[in-house]
Each structure stands twice: as C-alpha cells, then as structure tokens.
C-alpha cells in the first residue's frame, strides 16, 4: 500500500499508473468513480449520436472532452490525489501544468470535431490564467 511518506513524489505517473490497483490502494476510490462515471456518460453517447446525427468521430471527441472535464473535476475533490496533485504543482511550473490541463478538454473537442478556434483557445487561456493566483 502506498503512503505519502512512502516516496510516491519520487514516482512517476508511469509507475502510478502502471502498478495494479487493490481496493486498499488509494487511488481506489478515485479510478471507480471516474470509471463509474465514465460508464454512466458512456450510456449516452450511443442516442446522442442518433438525436443530433454527428459523426463517430464527433461523438468521440465530445466524450473524451467530457471525461477529462470530469477528471479535472472529481480528482481535487478526493483527499489522496489532491495530496498528489499539490505535490506534483509544487515541484514544477504551476500556471504552466495548470493551463495545460485545462486546456486538454478543449483540444480533445477540436481534435474529435475538427472545430478548432484560436479565438476560443485565446479565451479559454484568458479566462483560466488568473485563476491560479487566486
């Protein structure tokens, strides 16, 4: 079992990721219910794309798009990969990982889609960089 005293800010997400998960881990909890969740959202793509009558490749944008919305948000809520998620910010260049991130719903959309805009991407990092200094 992994502790935050067991050097896990010495591992990388390869090695995170890569170990298998037990229900005594404490990633546990946050991969069911982002799993969870990604099942419940997954359910709703199939009438979504018969209502609007968009192409696979649309639809799998628009669900990747809302499945990393769904992990940016469930995974600060969980007490473990917030731990995690400061430690990794705090190591390394915090606007910079932060714009990332929240700019990856948007860029999995465009690239699912095909809807990219440089003035959407300029609002969104607009909107997003004063964030972190709050």
């Excluded at 079992?1 to 229900?23: D, E, H, N, P």
């Excluded at 995690?84 to 948007?106: F, G, M, T, V």
């Excluded at 003035?119 to 909107?127: E, G, K």
Aim: aromatic share 12%; proline share 7%.
């Amino acid at each position: 079992m992994w502790g935050l005293g067991s050097g896990l800010a010495r591992r990388t997400i390869g090695q995170v990721v890569s170990k298998k998960l037990t229900r005594g881990d404490p990633w546990w909890p946050f991969v069911a219910l982002v799993g969870v969740l990604a099942c419940v959202l997954g359910a709703v793509v199939p009438p979504f794309i018969s209502r609007y009558r968009m192409p696979v490749r649309s639809a799998v944008g628009v669900y990747c798009c809302f499945l990393l919305m769904l992990v940016l948000v469930v995974a600060p809520g969980m007490p473990f990969t917030r731990e995690w998620i400061q430690k990794q910010i705090a190591r390394r260049r915090k606007l910079a990982i932060l714009l990332s991130c929240w700019c990856l719903p948007y860029l999995a959309y465009a690239a699912g889609t095909g809807d990219w805009r440089w003035t959407a991407m300029v609002r969104l990092l607009a909107v997003a960089a004063p964030a972190p200094s709050i």
